[in-house]
Every structure is written in structure tokens, then in C-alpha cells.
């Protein structure tokens, strides 16, 4: 009963989450825990089953059933500095930059584990591994190419675990992933523009699967692994007013159409080492396979549209520290760097991405023996990068600066144990 009102209440929570900070368009904010040290060694089990997202073997960590929140605010900041030569609508007095594009997201995260027998564990987690949101301000040179752009992602994940020893545990579980996709765009050069709107959603499954091995007293090893997710989305292509295209006039209406694409999938590895009973280093390792997407097709569409990405794939590096103060308070600190999937030739501030530094600091407190709370605090430094895109004839080009902050804050109950 616990874990159903777990999940129906996180569930209606991640429904509202549209941010991306991650590589691509994936949220990594999944724990307070993890913020605080830019998630270094996540995949090898601490103190916290938000470990859970990158290993589902951490599941096997509790000593009874445990319930585990977190909640992040996201803080993005990122505008194009405009190059009025190289951009077709300043030629008609058109020369804003569309502002702020990135919009404050929420990321709620829940987890449950509990043991079943001395060996035998379950547990679930409700993430938003992907989603983000871009707002323009009209009119601004790239209108024609971005106005609204969001995706959102719930995931629902039950996993099962076994303590074969001391030394090993394992775990599998399934992937449920609702996807939801909103592109919008102008029609003409005007203050408020008629819109074209792309939108469609999906659910899909995948699994997880993962592995913690403890080699020797004060190490810990962990390994996990996200797999792809095929979505195949419904939905619709909308013209407020007729389209002209080489090929005819569309009248404006809204037309059923159908896009596929593959979420990537992802393998993490983490290392814990305690260097003695204070003090414990980590690291980590992430590689997605965004180069899973490339130019992705609208099925049906009468503008015969497509979404060119091409991504590449992502890589995430990260190192951090915890210094246990006493049993109430621990204290952590990491930086961590982004390879972004995103090619300069393919980049636009609908998802203006680039390779990035994370620095975090945070800390926990054992309220007592039962409850504890996390929070992390993060600074990521965005490099500076390229933005050049052709969209209906009209250029925009420009360098997207940007950087974000990220707060998050978690609580932890244990039931029993």
C-alpha cells in the first residue's frame, strides 16, 4: 500500500518536470544526494537509494523498507549573441535575440526499497530522465526555427534484487516511459506570429540492470545500465494559417501524423573508496547513446517535415569527496565535466547544448535514526558555442552562452530495520 500511494503521488508530480540539464535532453538532477557532489560515483551505493537511477543493485542496500524523496529547481540561464550578417530577418528590421530561452523546471524523483527475505529485494523508483524547455521572445531572428519547444518524460521503474554474498548483488527491473513532445515555430517575420505546432506522445517499455560488488572493506564498485526505449509517437502537425511549399498551399487545420525515435540507452559506473572512517572519495563515469537519434522524420506530415539532431554520443566524467563531521552531519563536494552530444552544425536554441563543468557542494543530516535530509547545490558553466541553422529559407546565426544554477533537496525515511 505504501508503495502504490509512493507512486501515484510522484507520479503526478514528475508530470510537471520540463528541464534539462543534462547532455542531450536528459535531467540527471535525480538526487539531492548525488547534487551535491555532481553525482560522482552514483552508481556505487551510499547512504542514499537514489542510487537507484544509475544502479538498480543499489535496491539491495536497505536494512528495511526505506522511502526516499527529491525535489530540484532549476535555474538556466542561455541567450544567443546575435551575428546580424549572417541572420536573414534583420534584413526586415528583425534583430532581437529571443531572450532568456531556458525556463525554470522542476524535477521531483521518489524511490521505495524494502527487503523481502535475508536476500530478496524490491523496490521502484519514479523518475523524468528526459525533458526540457525553450521559450522565445517574438520576434527574434530564429523565430522561424524555434517560438516553444518542451518534452517531457515520466518513468516508472520496478526492480527486483538479490544479495548473493557479502561481496555481490545484483539487480533487473523494467523501464514504463510515458514521452510527450511540443514544438512550435512562426509562419511569418510579425510580433505575434501565426504558429506551426508539432506535438505527439508515447509509451513504451525497456529494462534496467545492474551490479554492486564490495572487493574489500571500504570499496565499493557499482555498474548499471538504462536501456534504449523505441517510442513510437502520435500526434499532430498544426498550421494556424496556410502554408506555401513547393509542392502546394496547406490549408491550416491540424493533420494526424507520426514520428519514431529512440531514447538512448546508458551505462554508469561508480567507485566509492573510504580513505578512512571520515572520509570517503568518488567517481564516475556515464556514457549515453544519443547517437541513437539522428534526423528524425514526421510519418504523414503534409510539409513532409523533419527534425534534424544528429547527435553524437554523450560522456559524463565526475570526482568528489564526503567528510563524515560527525554521525549527524556529512559534507560533500565534487565538479564533474559534459561532453554534450550536440554538433556545432546541427545546434539551435530550441536546445542550445554544449560540453559543461558542473561544481556542486552539499550535505546531509540524520534528523535521527530514521530520518535524514540531503541538499545539494550546483553551478554549471556552459561553454561558449556556435549556432548556425537554416530553417524555411531564413538563417540565424550567433554564439549561445549560458550556464545554470540547480538547487535540490531530499528527505529519507526509514520504516524499519
Do not use: C
Amino acid at each position: 500500500m505504501r508503495a502504490i500511494f509512493f507512486v501515484s503521488t510522484v507520479g503526478a508530480m514528475v508530470a510537471f518536470v520540463s528541464a534539462a540539464q543534462a547532455g542531450g535532453f536528459a535531467v540527471r538532477e535525480q538526487s539531492a544526494y548525488g547534487q551535491g557532489s555532481s553525482f560522482a560515483g552514483m552508481a556505487a551505493p551510499g547512504d542514499s537509494i537514489s542510487s537507484m537511477f544509475w544502479n538498480p543493485a543499489a535496491v539491495t542496500t536497505v536494512s528495511g523498507i526505506t522511502i526516499e524523496g527529491n525535489l530540484t529547481t532549476v535555474f538556466p540561464r542561455s541567450e544567443l549573441d546575435v551575428d546580424p550578417a549572417r541572420s536573414s530577418l534583420t534584413g526586415l528590421a528583425i534583430r532581437g535575440n529571443g531572450g532568456n530561452v531556458g525556463e525554470v523546471g522542476i524535477v521531483p524523483a521518489g524511490y521505495f526499497a524494502m527487503p523481502v527475505t535475508d536476500r530478496l529485494y524490491f523496490g521502484m523508483s519514479v523518475n523524468a530522465p528526459y525533458g526540457f524547455s525553450t521559450t522565445s521572445d517574438a520576434p527574434w531572428v530564429g523565430m522561424f526555427s524555434h517560438l516553444d519547444a518542451e518534452a517531457t518524460s515520466i518513468n516508472v521503474t520496478p526492480v527486483v534484487g538479490f544479495k548473493f554474498n557479502d561481496m555481490i548483488s545484483a539487480a533487473v527491473g523494467m523501464q514504463i516511459q510515458y514521452f510527450d513532445v511540443d514544438i512550435q515555430t512562426a509562419l511569418a517575420p510579425v510580433a505575434s506570429p501565426p504558429r506551426q505546432r508539432l506535438e505527439g506522445d508515447s509509451t513504451d517499455v525497456g529494462f534496467v540492470a545492474g551490479v554492486t560488488l564490495t572487493p574489500f572493506d571500504g570499496t565499493t564498485i557499482g555498474i548499471g545500465y538504462r536501456s534504449a526505449v523505441k517510442h513510437s509517437l502520435d500526434g499532430s502537425q498544426a498550421f494556424d494559417v496556410p502554408l506555401r511549399t513547393p509542392l502546394g498551399t496547406i490549408p491550416a487545420g491540424s493533420y494526424p501524423i507520426r514520428a519514431d525515435v529512440t531514447l538512448p540507452d546508458t551505462l554508469s559506473v561508480g567507485v566509492r573508496q573510504a580513505i578512512n572512517h571520515a572520509f570517503t572519495v568518488m567517481a564516475g563515469m556515464e556514457w549515453t547513446n544519443w547517437s541513437r537519434i539522428q534526423t528524425v522524420p514526421f510519418t504523414g506530415s503534409p510539409a513532409r517535415s523533419s527534425l534534424p539532431l544528429n547527435f553524437e554520443d554523450g560522456w559524463f566524467f565526475s570526482l568528489g569527496g564526503e567528510y563524515k563531521y560527525d554521525p549527524n552531519w556529512t559534507f560533500r563536494a565534487g565538479l564533474g565535466y559534459e561532453i554534450a552530444p550536440t554538433t556545432d552544425e546541427d545546434r539551435t536554441m530550441r536546445l542550445p547544448d554544449a560540453d559543461r563543468v558542473w561544481a556542486s557542494i552539499g550535505a546531509s543530516y540524520n534528523w535521527n535514526e530514521r530520518l535524514s535530509i540531503d541538499a545539494g547545490y550546483s553551478h554549471i558553466f556552459v561553454e561558449d558555442a556556435p549556432v548556425d541553422e537554416t530553417t524555411a529559407g531564413f538563417r540565424y546565426a550567433g554564439t549561445a552562452e549560458g550556464s545554470a544554477d540547480i538547487i535540490s533537496l531530499g528527505i529519507r525515511y526509514k520504516f524499519g530495520g
